[in-house]
């Protein structure tokens, strides 16, 4: 098999602010036609990674490449990425045509090929037709989808996405995170996306980088990071921190260290129920019950202390799941399920 090449590798990349290390030795391989995220945060230094690798901010230290060529010194305008913003501001009194023309205008591109790699460009957004409309007659997500033809028109072996979804409101931004990796996958363009929203890294990334501090604390896959979390706070901020540590873990598992189980993994029994083979179980009291639509989460206060959240989907007719609060129950689990974090 042919080993996929690197579009952008990052080494001891570093960089800070006054007193503040923003980013802080960071080293990753972003592969050719991979969606990779970053995902972090407020403040863990995603974002001045993106604009250290468009070229709009230097690093103090470490080494920028692009396609197997040091870039680290090289201007913004001379690198072979295009940047989204989540702050896409489209021309008001241009058409939604001449907007994505402008920058092969620029460069002075001849009109013709102008024409005809907007027309291509509006296309693989799904916004064929729609050339002459202004922005104003666009819905939020279509003029979302014209500030990425924007970019896809200079054909850049890059685009760098921060937060562009994060103006829309929650509907429309699920159906663009579908949207957007169709499109990244028609496209076949490397994709590095900035966010802090963990649900819409698990949907559209190939893999997650998640910062913590200026540093990566897990690069993987979504199932990688989401069910083998490398750090406590991996487990907590890539969904709910179901942890199990110290003396409740012996009590539990029979050994200590931290311990991570999903919230979905677990089932809510009856004190008596049989808990079956290969199945670890512990016992507790419902401090709450949430129904949220598809599925319910309970809270259960352990006995041998700490709690932990389980979710049951609510696929047959609900019972009146409230009752449950104040109830001992037991909540069990298959022990393939359950995940040492750190010994
Ligand atoms: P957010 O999701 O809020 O954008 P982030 O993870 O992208 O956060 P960065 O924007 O990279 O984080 O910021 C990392 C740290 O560097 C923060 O503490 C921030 O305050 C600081 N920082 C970033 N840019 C500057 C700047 N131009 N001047 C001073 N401090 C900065």
Same mark, same amino acid.
């Given at each position: 098999m042919v080993e996929p090449s690197v579009a952008i590798r990052l080494r001891n990349l570093s960089r800070s602010?006054?007193?503040?290390?923003?980013? *802080?030795? %960071?080293?990753?391989?972003?592969?050719?036609?991979?969606?990779?995220?970053?995902?972090?945060?407020?403040?863990?230094?995603?974002?001045?990674?993106? $604009? /250290?690798?468009?070229?709009?901010?230097?690093?103090?230290?470490?080494?920028?490449?692009?396609?197997g060529v040091d870039v680290t010194n090289t201007p913004p305008y001379a690198r072979d990425v295009n940047t989204v913003f989540q702050d896409y501001a489209l021309f008001p009194h241009m058409s939604v045509q001449k907007n994505i023309e402008y920058g092969l205008k620029v460069k002075k591109v001849p009109s013709a090929e102008r024409v005809a790699r907007a027309t291509e460009a509006l296309e693989s957004v799904r916004l064929g037709g729609?050339?002459?409309?202004?922005?104003?007659?666009?819905?939020?997500?279509? $003029?979302?989808?014209?500030?990425?033809? $924007?970019?896809?028109? *200079?054909?850049p072996k890059v685009l760098l996405l921060d937060e562009p979804l994060g103006a829309l409101d929650l509907k429309l931004r699920e159906q663009m995170q579908v949207e957007l990796k169709e499109i990244q996958r028609d496209v076949g363009i490397t994709f590095v996306f900035v966010t802090h929203d963990q649900d819409e890294a698990l949907t559209m990334s190939d893999r997650i980088a998640v910062f913590s501090e200026g540093r990566i604390a897990q690069l993987g896959s979504p199932t990688d990071v989401y069910e083998h979390p490398a750090t406590p706070f991996v487990a907590g901020f890539v969904g709910t921190s179901n942890l199990l540590e110290g003396d409740a873990a012996r009590a539990v598992l029979g050994r200590g260290g931290t311990w991570s189980v999903r919230p979905e993994k677990i089932q809510v029994l009856g004190v008596d129920d049989?808990?079956?083979?290969?199945?670890?179980? %512990?016992?507790? $009291?419902?401090?709450?019950?949430?129904?949220?639509? /598809?599925?319910?989460?309970? %809270?259960?206060?352990?006995?041998?202390?700490?709690?932990? /959240?389980?979710?049951?989907? *609510?696929?047959?007719?609900?019972?009146?799941? *409230?009752?449950?609060r104040g109830q001992d129950v037991q909540l069990a689990w298959d022990s393939r399920h359950e995940y040492l974090v750190t010994e």
């Open positions: 602010f006054g007193d503040v290390v923003a980013v *802080n030795g %960071v080293d990753l391989d972003v592969l050719d036609g991979e969606f990779l995220t970053l995902l972090g945060p407020s403040g863990s230094g995603k974002t001045t990674v993106l $604009r /250290m690798i468009a070229g709009f901010e230097r690093p103090d230290g470490g080494t920028i490449e692009l396609a729609y050339g002459d409309r202004a922005p104003s007659q666009l819905s939020g997500g279509q $003029r979302q989808r014209v500030a990425l033809a $924007r970019a896809l028109v *200079n054909r049989p808990v079956g083979d290969g199945r670890h179980a %512990v016992r507790g $009291r419902v401090r709450e019950v949430v129904y949220v639509g /598809m599925s319910t989460r309970f %809270v259960v206060d352990l006995a041998v202390g700490g709690s932990l /959240m389980a979710v049951q989907q *609510n696929s047959e007719l609900s019972a009146d799941l *409230n009752g449950l």
